[in-house]
């Protein structure tokens, strides 16, 4: 049975593939690490915009932008729709958060839906 010569490119763009995928590992693991190391903070604040990204197939992601007290913007990708569909722009609470890790979000003043 005769062998299949793979051209030396392929190779290279093996190897290339794999070193990629292990730089983005390192990033999101060295990423998290630092989150971890953050205080858990709460704080008031007020939900000014919710935002939809259409990622095209039938995926989306989503974020939410809060304002705190001092007009520092924080913005946070939620782990759900259902998460992000439950909070209205406006609403008013506090926030508990941990770097850029999103953990609750406590209304004191729910905004009807717009």
Sequence with gaps: ?????????LYILFALAVLSVIWCLKVIIQKNAENDAKP???IPVRLIKKKQYYHGHGRSTFSLFFLTENEELLEFDMRS??????????????????????????????????
């Design 40 to 42: 858990i903070l709460t």
């Design 81 to 114: 729709s259902f998460e992000w569909d439950f909070y209205n722009e406006g609403d008013l609470g506090t926030l508990t958060y941990q770097g850029f890790r999103f953990i609750k979000f406590e209304r004191t003043h729910v905004n009807p839906p717009t």
């Design 1 to 9: 049975m005769p062998m299949l010569k793979i051209p030396v490119y």
